[in-house]
């Protein structure tokens, strides 16, 4: 059984940086796409960024050139480094990965992930 978990969420002031992690355990990852989602109170949980295990990395329109995932496939770590927070961005933020090996492409649908970590709050202030 795949569990995600992650961490590095807090209270950052708006341009601030913060750099979420998450750790995945039961079996390993490296082949398996994984993504950041995030839901903000009483919204929809929607895409922030995804890597594949090519390395191949997609972002949402809003957080190009602010934020970077990135993934160690050592240690089955994936990193969200996000910089120039805005208050809007306040949110929690969830960890996700998917089942199926070996994907074409990286992908930004809720569907598209099976596993799901707990989440972690960011919290923007003004």
């Known amino acids: 059984q795949v569990q995600l978990v992650e961490s590095g969420g807090g209270l950052v002031q708006a341009g601030g940086s913060l750099r979420l992690s998450c750790a995945a355990s039961?079996?390993?990852?490296?082949?398996?796409?994984m993504a950041w989602f995030r839901q903000a109170s009483g919204k929809e949980r929607n895409f922030v960024a995804a890597?594949?295990?090519?390395?191949?990395?997609a972002y949402e329109e809003s957080v190009k050139g602010r934020f970077t995932i990135s993934r160690n496939n050592t240690k089955d770590i994936v990193y969200l480094q996000m910089n120039s927070l805005q208050p809007d961005e306040t949110a929690v933020y969830y960890c996700?990965?998917?089942?199926?090996?070996?994907?074409?492409?990286?992908?930004?649908?809720?569907?598209?992930?099976?596993?799901w970590g707990q989440g972690t709050q960011v919290t923007v202030s003004s």
């Open positions: 996700a990965a998917s089942r199926r090996p070996y994907s074409l492409y990286a992908q930004s649908g809720v569907g598209d992930y099976d596993y």
């Open positions: 039961g079996e390993t990852l490296q082949y398996n796409g």
């Open positions: 890597i594949n295990w090519d390395l191949a990395t």
